[in-house]
């Protein structure tokens, strides 16, 4: 019989299912656990091995060989309380999307002031330079002021 030899193209992996863990980065995984102790103690021994803390700042110090936490090192999580809010936790996908153009400083004034100033002009109460004669609490506020409300909490118009 004549056997037919075919060419195939071979589909396996190069490495035949081995793997290369020198790729697989292993954080504070060499040495025993009572060596990794005596590590974390005594770090001036092992200076070579530096403790991988994965980005996480420590609360405390260091203190005559003590760990001290400081409380103003613990991060505090300030959580809205959302009882009786009837807003959903997400947004669909399937909600439209909302275009808007940049707010200007003119679109602010047309929103907060130009109502006010249109009515001071027909009921001519403004004076000669064109400031109002019957300031608002808003026109009678400083620059300081005015920039200190602007920053604070829920004082955004829209």
């Not at 081995?18 to 060596?35: A, M």
């Not at 991988?52 to 090192?73: L, Q």
């Given at each position: 019989?004549?056997?037919?030899?075919?060419?195939?193209?071979?589909?396996?992996?190069?490495?035949?299912?081995?793997?290369?863990?020198?790729?697989f980065l292993l954080y504070n995984k060499r040495g025993t656990r009572i060596f990794k102790k005596l590590r974390a103690a005594k770090p001036e021994?092992?200076?070579?091995?530096?403790?991988?803390?994965?980005?996480?700042?420590?609360?405390?110090?260091?203190?005559?060989?003590?760990?001290?936490?400081?409380?103003?090192?613990?991060?505090?999580?300030?959580?809205?309380?959302?009882?009786?809010?009837?807003?959903?936790?997400?947004?669909?996908?399937?909600?439209?999307?909302?275009?808007?153009?940049?707010?200007?400083?003119?679109?602010?004034?047309?929103?907060?002031?130009?109502?006010?100033?249109?009515?001071?002009?027909?009921?001519?109460?403004?004076?000669?330079?064109?400031?109002?004669?019957?300031?608002?609490?808003?026109?009678?506020?400083?620059?300081?002021?005015?920039?200190?409300?602007?920053?604070?909490?829920?004082?955004?118009?829209?």
């Amino acid at each position: 019989m004549f056997h037919m030899i075919k060419r195939c193209i071979c589909t396996t992996a190069t490495s035949s299912g081995k793997h290369n863990f020198r790729k697989f980065l292993l954080y504070n995984k060499r040495g025993t656990r009572i060596f990794k102790k005596l590590r974390a103690a005594k770090p001036e021994l092992y200076p070579d091995m530096p403790i991988d803390k994965r980005g996480v700042r420590d609360t405390g110090v260091i203190h005559e060989g003590r760990y001290v936490e400081i409380p103003a090192k613990i991060p505090e999580l300030i959580v809205p309380n959302l009882e009786g809010c009837n807003f959903k936790p997400y947004v669909s996908y399937r909600a439209p999307d909302v275009i808007q153009s940049e707010f200007t400083s003119q679109d602010l004034f047309n929103a907060v002031y130009s109502q006010k100033v249109i009515d001071d002009f027909k009921e001519g109460k403004l004076s000669e330079d064109g400031s109002p004669i019957e300031p608002s609490d808003e026109e009678k506020l400083t620059p300081e002021e005015a920039w200190v409300r602007a920053r604070k909490t829920g004082s955004d118009i829209f």
